[in-house]
């Protein structure tokens, strides 16, 4: 493996917030020049980085944690991650002690990709924010158009595909159907292939 096909270890955050219409996400626009998924929507995420100590877990539920940590040497900076890249790309932070974090989702990018990652998604309610969910000032500029968004007319916007099968998952979860294991799209060797890691 070459070094600009090193799995990098990612995280992103889906944050989730009721409406009128139906429960929302939050999702930005990544740059036309981005050398990774130029364009395109996403949630709000990106690589760990040595910024990213391992953290605590609290956020989690024991099973979450758990199944965190299968496959990864630092799950605590992986949860951390995700926290300060949400707040980095849109300006997004929760009260202290108070998120709760799921962790729903893993993909790794297939080779031949310019960068590739290991990314694990994690989905949270917006109600434990202490900023301002409309309030996106704060937010570097990595994502445009931050905006939240029905999941049926997210389906319509530019995005990755597994950005459209995490959007199912968050359908399911949110319609109180069952999850046996996180689903896991592991493209690490010469074969896709699909786990659930229970």
């Given at each position: 493996m070459s070094?600009?096909?090193?799995?990098?270890?990612?995280?992103?955050?889906?944050?989730?917030?009721?409406?009128?219409?139906?429960?929302?996400?939050?999702?930005?626009?990544?740059?036309?020049r981005a050398v990774f998924?130029?364009?395109?929507?996403?949630?709000?995420?990106?690589?760990?980085?040595?910024?990213?100590?391992p953290g605590d877990l609290s956020p989690l539920a024991p099973l979450c944690a758990a199944r965190l940590a299968r496959g990864s040497d630092s799950p605590g900076a992986l949860v951390t991650a995700a926290l300060r890249e949400l707040e980095e790309e849109t300006g997004q932070s929760f009260h202290p002690g108070a998120v709760?974090?799921?962790y729903i989702f893993r993909a790794i990018t297939p080779p031949g990709d310019t960068r590739r990652f290991d990314a694990?998604?994690?989905?949270?309610?917006?109600?434990?924010?202490?900023?301002?969910?409309?309030?996106?000032?704060?937010?570097?500029?990595?994502?445009?158009?931050?905006?939240?968004?029905?999941?049926?007319?997210?389906?319509?916007?530019?995005?990755?595909?597994?950005?459209?099968?995490?959007?199912?998952?968050?359908?399911?979860?949110?319609r109180g159907g069952?999850?046996?294991?996180?689903?896991?799209?592991?493209?690490?060797?010469s074969r896709p292939q699909f786990h659930r890691i229970l």
């Open positions: 070094a600009a096909e090193q799995i990098r270890d990612a995280a992103a955050l889906v944050l989730v917030r009721p409406s009128a219409t139906g429960a929302q996400v939050l999702m930005g626009q990544r740059g036309a998924m130029p364009s395109k929507y996403v949630f709000p995420g990106g690589a760990s980085g040595a910024e990213d100590l709760r974090l799921r694990r998604f994690f989905l949270a309610d917006a109600a434990a924010l202490q900023t301002d969910p409309l309030d996106f000032s704060q937010a570097e500029d990595e994502l445009s158009h931050l905006h939240w968004i029905g999941l049926t007319e997210a389906r319509a916007l530019d995005l990755p595909f597994i950005t459209e099968i995490v959007l199912s998952e968050v359908g399911n979860l949110l069952s999850q046996p294991g996180v689903p896991f799209f592991d493209n690490s060797g």
